[in-house]
């Protein structure tokens, strides 16, 4: 088994983690955000920038063969997509700075870029609560954070989307761990019964455990919007967290749980219908084994290794996930399906490991986009059709 190791600083740089648990402390008054700046925006529309970094992929086939997959962003995608990047910063105090780093651009890359394909890309800065404040909570010296002015920074980007940008066309909403908590509350108070939630196409919530009644599509955070059951559904939330199959999440588990009567929503991009679905990845091509935002060590895909020239790697029939709801919680499920002669590799990496212990709580909570980037792409390629056809 192939894994990523990593010290504890690392896990919560690259393990981009959801920010709840950072201690809330008074801290000073802040001016507000003027997102009419193209600084303060990590994608937009129509110019290079993060999000046009190239996202050709490497398909390394069960017999080693390697295969050139070439990206191409829509010409004129019909729909957009708004995209709120998990907990990435290293900045010294308890929120972030706005200016984009390389850590920012590194995660826009991984888990949004490749909507391009379907809808146009938009992607705020936000003053979000930073690894520095959760390492500190960590060993007992919290510092003060402000979680207001993280979602108030993100409602700004988005009503000046809305006022600038959205003219009127479907959009879907995409977050990770500390993102998908700042959307999820961004849902329920500005969009869930709204006039504008006819605008939204879905809510792709992603290392996140969404609330809903057990038994229940609806109910628990929204209260309008239910959970997504097929490929051509709109109006609807895509929310679910990775876990292997045979490490199912532990009693502490940082996901996959909900409060008692609820259970964390599990809806599976590989097959929203239910059941097992292959995953179509779209993982790292090399191992991310610290927190530098540098280039990273080589990853052997191939036995004996060939060299990869692509920054993302696709691995056909390795892996597949289902939705499971037990004693141990409601999460996704990824199996690994090994293949005799071991030309390709049999396993991926993305537990979090620490002194050479993985953290079971954590899950695949590393690559829970890479695992399911291809499905995503897809769906909403799908879920566009739909609404552009009801607009119609």
């Given amino acids: 088994m192939f894994k990523r190791s990593f ?7 690259l393990g981009l983690v959801d920010c709840a648990c950072a201690a809330d402390a008074p801290v000073p008054t802040v001016p507000s955000v003027d997102y009419a700046a193209s600084s303060v925006w990590l994608c937009r ?25 070439a990206f191409h962003a829509a010409k004129k995608p019909p729909v957009d997509c708004f995209y709120v990047y998990p907990t990435v910063s290293n ?14 651009k590194l995660v826009v890359n991984a888990q949004f870029a490749r909507f391009a394909a379907k809808c146009r890309l938009f992607a705020p800065m936000y003053r979000q609560v930073t690894l520095t404040a959760l390492r500190a909570l960590i060993v007992g010296k919290p510092i003060p954070v402000d979680r207001d002015l993280v979602y108030h920074d993100v409602l700004a980007a988005w009503n000046y989307y809305l006022a ?73 939330a895509i929310a679910f967290a ?20 609820m259970q964390a929503v599990c809806a599976n991009p590989a097959a929203l219908g239910g059941g097992s679905g292959m995953l179509d990845a779209y993982l790292s091509a090399g191992r991310i084994s610290s927190g530098s935002d540098g280039p990273r060590e080589p990853f052997d895909w191939t036995q004996p290794p060939k060299p990869i020239e692509t920054a993302f790697v696709k691995v056909p029939g390795l892996l597949s996930a289902e939705c499971v709801a037990d004693e141990h ?4 499920a990824v199996t690994v399906h090994p293949t005799p002669g071991a030309a390709r590799t049999n396993d ?45």
């Fill in 45 to 69: 529309p129509g110019r290079q920038d993060a999000c046009t970094a190239p996202q050709d992929a490497t398909i390394v086939a069960v017999d080693g063969t390697l295969t050139r997959e």
């Fill in 242 to 261: 990775d876990f292997r199959a045979n490490v199912p999440p532990p009693a502490n588990s940082r996901f996959g749980k909900a409060a008692e009567g």
């Fill in 348 to 392: 991926v990496s993305g537990d979090v490991v620490v002194n050479g212990k993985v953290l079971e709580d954590w899950g695949l909570h590393l690559i829970d986009a890479n695992l399911t980037m291809g499905n995503l792409v897809a769906i909403v390629g799908d879920e566009s059709k739909t609404y552009l056809k009801g607009k119609k």
């Fill in 164 to 236: 600038h940008d959205n003219q009127g066309r479907g959009v879907v909403l995409v977050g990770h761990s500390q993102g998908s908590g700042v959307l999820t509350r961004l849902i329920k108070e500005q969009i869930d019964g709204k006039p504008v939630q006819s605008r939204l196409i879905s809510a792709i919530l992603m290392g996140t455990s969404l609330p809903v009644p057990k038994g229940s599509d609806v109910g628990g955070a929204f209260q309008h919007i239910p959970v997504c059951h097929s490929n051509s559904q709109i109006g609807c």
């Fill in 91 to 104: 900045e010294p105090g308890g929120n972030s700075d706005l200016t984009i780093t390389g850590a920012e």
């Fill in 329 to 332: 919680g409601s999460y996704l």
């Fill in 7 to 13: 010290a504890l600083a690392s896990i919560l740089t």
